[in-house]
């Protein structure tokens, strides 16, 4: 079983939909990452969470400690919102970043 | 520069041959991490600086890879005798990273290398 776990793999959506991507963790962590990869492979960093909520534009983030488990959310969907959205801990013990294997996000007009 | 510079942006190169790839982190950034991402796949740590301290070099596929980061600058990673399973983007990203406290990551654009 992987350390970090992402669900759904691969999610389409129609233009304005609300979108959640989940993400699960089982590993004592200092800090959780949301990525956003474009297809020309550049990475971008989202948020950097260690408890709470954060909101950026239409994106939110929200982290439950407890529950070891995140969620990202995206209102209002847009075609140019379609990229590969990682989630990565960074382990308390290691310092090191783990990584999910990412949600496919398609947004169709 | 304000970000993390990789070079060379896309390399090909012969089965069998070596290749360097390039880091500069930002500024200042005592941290430095080596990712590699294969076609279709999620990413996969390499090796990790951390100022003067010993790399954690436990993400390294091989003894064909190795890396080096002269003080708190500039980072090369060194794929010899490169294989056809090399093939992939390499990520660095860097982090002003102190024990016990937590900051964001900055990415660089990453390094394409095709061995045909």
């Known amino acids: 079983k992987n350390e970090v776990e992402q669900s759904p793999q691969n999610l389409t959506a129609q233009e304005g939909e609300f979108i959640t991507i989940n993400c699960s963790y089982s590993v004592g962590i200092s800090a959780l990452h949301w990525l956003q990869q474009h297809p020309g492979g550049g990475i971008v960093s989202l948020f950097m969470l260690s408890s709470g909520k954060k909101k950026h534009g239409r994106l939110i983030a929200t982290i439950n400690i407890q529950e070891k488990h995140s969620s990202l959310h995206i209102t209002a969907s847009h075609p140019r919102d379609s990229a590969v959205y990682i989630c990565?801990?960074?382990?308390?013990?290691?310092?090191?970043?783990?990584f999910g294997t990412g949600t496919r996000l398609q947004v169709f007009p | 520069g304000a970000g993390v510079s990789q070079s060379p942006s896309n390399k090909v190169t012969e089965k069998g041959k070596d290749v360097e790839l390039r880091c500069d982190p930002i500024?200042?950034?005592?941290?430095l991490y080596w990712y590699r991402q294969r076609l279709g796949q999620g990413l996969e740590f390499l090796i990790y600086f951390q100022g003067n301290s010993a790399p954690d070099k436990s993400g390294l596929p091989s003894d064909r890879f190795s890396a080096e980061r002269t003080g708190e600058s500039v980072s090369t990673l060194t794929i010899q005798r490169t294989q056809q399973e090399d093939s992939a983007v390499y990520l660095c990203?860097?982090?002003?990273?102190?024990?016990?406290?937590?900051?964001?990551?900055?990415f660089g654009s990453g390094t394409r290398l095709t061995v045909v």
């Open positions: 500024s200042g950034h005592t941290a």
């Open positions: 990565a801990v960074r382990s308390r013990n290691t310092d090191k970043l783990i």
């Open positions: 990203a860097s982090s002003p990273s102190l024990s016990g406290l937590v900051y964001g990551y900055t």
